[in-house]
């Protein structure tokens, strides 16, 4: 559904916001590393992540990136999606680029009620809520 490189931005969202309220900024090492991500790839991901104001970096001793405490719980699923691979989610389930309820391709009518579903989640779940599992230990990032 989502481009690797999208998958990735999550992934690296939700490991740095979870370090961030453990009280840790982390490196590019690190996150490349903990996503199973390439360094090269890892840091293009990263620099549209603060570009987006999703994640900050800071420079120098003492630095790497983190996420606002302030606004882990603001910052919503669907902004990482629409960062890297725009309004998806309102796009045709078949690539059409014509196909809406006047014009409808094929599938429209049984994606539409799981695509509605899928925007309403993605809009109501917050970097916080992605963290929750993962700083119980209860979720993985990787195997």
């Given at each position: 559904?989502?481009?690797?490189?999208?998958?990735?931005?999550?992934?690296?969202?939700?490991?740095?916001?979870?370090?961030?309220?453990?009280?840790?900024?982390?490196?590019?090492?690190?996150?490349?590393?903990?996503?199973?991500?390439?360094?090269?790839?890892?840091?293009?991901?990263?620099?549209?992540?603060?570009?987006?104001?999703?994640?900050?970096?800071?420079?120098?001793?003492?630095?790497?990136?983190?996420?606002?405490?302030?606004?882990?719980?603001?910052?919503?699923?669907?902004?990482i999606?629409?960062?890297?691979?725009?309004?998806?989610?309102?796009?045709?389930?078949l690539?059409?680029?014509?196909?809406?309820?006047?014009?409808?391709?094929?599938?429209?009518?049984?994606?539409?009620?799981?695509?509605?579903?899928?925007?309403?989640?993605?809009?109501?779940?917050?970097?916080?809520?992605?963290?929750?599992?993962?700083?119980?230990?209860?979720?993985?990032?990787?195997?």
């Open positions: 559904m989502f481009s690797k490189t999208c998958e990735y931005a999550i992934r690296a969202s939700i490991y740095i916001a979870a370090q961030t309220q453990k009280g840790y900024r982390v490196s590019l090492i690190d996150v490349a590393e903990k996503i199973e991500s390439p360094e090269a790839f890892t840091s293009k991901i990263l620099q549209k992540l603060v570009k987006s104001e999703i994640i900050q970096s800071i420079k120098g001793p003492g630095g790497g990136f983190l996420v606002d405490v302030n606004h882990i719980e603001s910052i919503k699923l669907i902004q999606v629409e960062a890297f691979d725009g309004n998806v989610l309102n796009q045709c389930s690539g059409l680029n014509e196909c809406s309820d006047v014009q409808p391709c094929p599938f429209h009518s049984k994606y539409k009620p799981v695509k509605e579903k899928l925007l309403h989640i993605f809009e109501n779940t917050s970097l916080k809520d992605l963290t929750r599992g993962l700083l119980s230990e209860q979720t993985f990032l990787k195997l």
